[in-house]
C-alpha cells in the first residue's frame, strides 16, 4: 500500500495504533487485517509500517491503507481488550475504538 491510497474519513488522513496495555493477545486484529497488525513473540499485537515492518515503539500509529479500511474497523470493533485506535491525522480524533465520539 502506498501513502496516496490512506483511508479517510470525510477525505482526511487516518491512522491506527495499539494500546499494548489493554491488548489481550486474541489476535483478531491480525486475523482482519493481516497488512496491517501482528502479534509479536511477546503475545502481543503491534501495527506494522507500510513497508510491512513491526513497529514495537509504545503508541507508534500507521496509516489505514484505503483498501484495507473496513477491516481496520472491524478490528476495532471486535477487539475483546478495546485496545484498537483509529483517528484523523490532521486532528487526532479517535473515530473508530474505545474513545471514538
Given at each position: 500500500m502506498t501513502v496516496q491510497q490512506e483511508a479517510g474519513v470525510d477525505g482526511e488522513a487516518l491512522e491506527v495504533w495499539i494500546d499494548q496495555d489493554l491488548c489481550?493477545?486474541?489476535?483478531?486484529?491480525?486475523?482482519?487485517?493481516?497488512?496491517?497488525f501482528e502479534l509479536d513473540i511477546d503475545g502481543l499485537a503491534y501495527v506494522k509500517s507500510p513497508d510491512d515492518e513491526l513497529l514495537q515503539v509504545p503508541g507508534a500509529t500507521?496509516?489505514?491503507?484505503?483498501?484495507l479500511l473496513r477491516d481496520v474497523t472491524d478490528s476495532a470493533k471486535?477487539?475483546?481488550?478495546?485496545?484498537?485506535?483509529?483517528?484523523?491525522?490532521?486532528?487526532k480524533?479517535?473515530?473508530f475504538g474505545p474513545d471514538a465520539e
Open positions: 489481550t493477545g486474541d489476535g483478531i486484529c491480525a486475523q482482519y487485517a493481516p497488512e496491517v500507521t496509516p489505514v491503507p484505503l483498501p471486535e477487539c475483546p481488550g478495546d485496545c484498537i485506535h483509529v483517528r484523523r491525522v490532521s486532528d480524533v479517535e473515530v
